[in-house]
């Protein structure tokens, strides 16, 4: 499936032989023509999930397979790989408390979704459905999982000098290294690790010309204690240089813990590691600190400059929170078996409307496999991290902004101050030595996770949303039907095979 997903090709508006990284992902980052992005949308899924789907439900079996073999006695009893992949959290009432989190910011999404219709309804017209949801391939991103590509199209004050500083990027020369450069300074500067020799000479910061490559950033530990490494296609943007400090934080965390025993060198859970580099692109991305870098140089200051600034992060924090949440809920249903192999699209669909308020821009059916259009699913990569994390920068983030005595959360920009390293290194360097929720208390106080901070962080925007929908008599929320969007099941579809059958026969009578 992996190599299904990293080795896929399309043709868009004539151009044949794109690739994901950097062709198609251009096209859905500045294309605005309603029929190319749906050109492009459709025939990735093709070239993707659609050809996985069948391999998709053996591996579901063979999973359930593992995860039951592996249980560990009294201590852990696995029924499914829902079950294994919750596990690390240690948590008995992790499904619930995630779902807890959800319905906390739930109504700070469903005005970001009418505020960004509403905009979108005066490009796309009569397009757009009249149901209330926002079609899967007008955001600006493959999987609309983040939104900040289409900043232009429903920036509140355009008229104000633009936030993203990619244009002064390339016209100071940036390049690949002087990216990972600036990043690594940044950590140095809290008085954390550099990046030694080993890293520069081993990681991949480029996309080789010479061979094919699953371009999907990501930070490798390869457990020996000094070898750690960075796989990315950097591209010359803001993006990625966010990107970059989020890749970056897994290798500090790797840094920070490589002396304790193997078994704990991991982060306290999941979402731990996939924060840590997310909490400091909320330093970097604030027009403050990108003054300071000499990146911004002309920035309003005024409330507008505040709302234009919040809602393009709102664009890629806030908008992907539902996403990051249903990928695994989707993928738990399935490893339970309440989602089975006749019901996969059907599924999908429910759960991208229900939570996101998004609906594909063409009728689905059990013929295709839209999950296996993303990176995760093909590579079985647990996604609710993701969603965790997105919880816990924030709750980081006003933590350490008390500590450095900044009071002002979307102001605040940790970059330099060694107590906050300190703090960073201190809670960091215990892997997975204790519970994480002690870890949680230790850094914030308390041992619970909660959106509390993200709102508070976002309060200026809920505010002007509130009043810009209000004004335009704008309803938050969608009513859609599923059947509008997927067809009834097909027959035959995601059999599994008699050879994948045999296979596990023969699996489990080697292990019982």
């Known amino acids: 499936m992996s190599s299904i997903y990293g080795k896929a090709k399309i043709c868009v508006a004539g151009k044949c032989n794109l690739t994901l990284e950097p062709d198609i992902t251009k096209i859905m980052t500045s294309e605005r023509n309603y029929d190319v992005l749906k050109e492009a949308w459709i025939n990735w899924r093709d070239a993707t999930g659609k050809q996985m789907r069948q391999m998709y439900t053996e591996y579901v079996q063979l999973a359930n397979y593992l995860a039951i073999s592996n249980s560990f006695g009294s201590i852990a009893v696995f029924l499914n790989y829902a079950d294994y992949w919750r596990f690390p959290y240690e948590d008995s009432y992790f499904k619930r408390n995630v779902e807890n989190l959800w319905e906390e910011m739930k109504a700070f999404y469903a005005d970001l979704h009418a505020y960004v219709r509403m905009k979108l309804r005066k490009i796309y017209g009569d397009k757009m459905p009249a149901d209330g949801t926002i079609p899967a391939h007008l955001l600006g991103n493959m999987w609309a999982q983040q939104w900040g590509n289409i900043y232009n199209e429903v ?77 990315m296609c950097t591209d010359v943007n803001f993006h990625d240089l966010i990107t970059i400090h989020h890749e970056m934080g897994h290798i500090q965390y790797y840094q920070l813990y490589k002396d304790q025993p193997q078994v704990f060198r991991e982060g306290a859970n999941p979402g731990f590691h996939e924060a840590l580099g997310d909490l400091m692109g909320l330093s970097v991305s604030t027009p403050g600190h990108l003054k300071k870098i000499k990146l911004l140089n002309n920035f309003d200051e005024s409330d507008k400059g505040t709302i234009n600034f919040q809602l393009k992060l709102a664009l890629d924090k806030v908008a992907f929170m539902p996403f990051g949440y249903l990928i695994d809920l989707w993928r738990w249903g399935v490893f339970e078996g309440t989602t089975t192999k006749d019901q996969y699209t059907r599924k999908w669909w429910e759960l991208r409307i229900n939570y996101q308020g998004i609906s594909p821009p063409v009728k689905r059916s059990e013929n295709d496999f839209d999950p296996g259009g993303k990176y995760h699913v093909a590579a079985n990569s647990p996604y609710m991290s993701y969603f965790v994390s997105h919880i816990l920068q924030f709750q980081w983030h006003k933590a350490l902004c008390m500590l450095a005595k900044e009071t002002i959360l979307h102001k605040c920009d940790i970059d330099g101050n060694k ?79 008699h050879n994948s059958l045999i296979l596990l026969l023969l699996v489990s009578a080697s292990l019982i």
């Not at 976002?458 to 509008?484: C, H, Q, V, Y």
């Open 155 to 231: 920036v509140p004050y355009a008229d104000l000098p633009q936030i993203d500083v990619t244009s002064e990027m390339i016209k100071q020369g940036y390049d690949a290294m002087k990216m990972f450069k600036l990043s690594e300074k940044f950590f140095v500067d809290l008085g954390l690790n550099k990046m030694e020799d080993e890293f520069w000479k081993n990681s991949i910061i480029v996309k080789p010309e010479n061979r094919e490559l699953i371009c999907h950033a990501s930070a490798w530990d390869f457990s020996d204690g000094s070898d750690f490494r960075i796989k």
């Open 419 to 497: 107590e906050v390293g300190d703090k960073i290194r201190k809670v960091f360097s215990q892997g997975a030595s204790i519970p994480w929720q002690k870890q949680l208390e230790n850094l914030t106080d308390s041992a619970e996770m909660s959106a509390k901070p993200l709102l508070e962080y976002f309060t200026p925007l809920r505010e002007f949303l509130k009043k810009e929908l209000a004004a335009a008599n704008e309803k938050p929320g969608w009513t859609a039907s599923i059947d509008d969007y997927v067809e009834r099941n097909d027959t035959n579809c995601g059999n599994v095979s």
